[in-house]
Nanobody, 126 residues
């Protein structure tokens, strides 16, 4: 059974940083592209970042480019999201997700990710 467990969320002031982690189990982690999504109250879930299986290729939403960095440690079955220069509009529940495995490219569509964590709250105060 695939399990994804996020941690690292919290309350931070604007301009601050947080590092989210997502520990995966029940899958061959290195075979799965991973993504981070977020959902603010009253809004649809939106793509934040994704990383290829090898970790060499990443992609970002325009809204976080240059501020957020996605990375992974395949030896630890963990994907990270380093968030710097946080803004109040970054406030949301952040979810990590795994795609269906052995795909050659990452996706920004949540429908391409069958496995999801429970989410971690990030709140940025102004």
């Amino acid at each position: 059974q695939v399990q994804l467990v996020e941690s690292g969320g919290g309350l931070v002031q604007a301009g601050g940083s947080l590092r989210l982690s997502c520990a995966a189990s029940g899958l061959t982690f290195s075979a799965y592209n991973m993504g981070w999504f977020r959902q603010a109250p009253g809004k649809e879930r939106e793509f934040v970042a994704a990383i290829r299986r090898s970790g060499r290729i990443t992609r970002y939403a325009d809204s976080v480019k240059g501020r957020f960095t996605i990375s992974r440690d395949n030896a630890k079955n963990t994907v990270y999201l380093q968030m710097n220069s946080l803004k109040p509009e970054d406030t949301a529940v952040y979810y990590c997700a795994a795609d269906s495995g052995y795909r050659d490219s990452t996706s920004s569509y949540y429908s391409d990710y069958p496995y999801w964590g429970q989410g971690t709250q990030v709140t940025v105060s102004s």
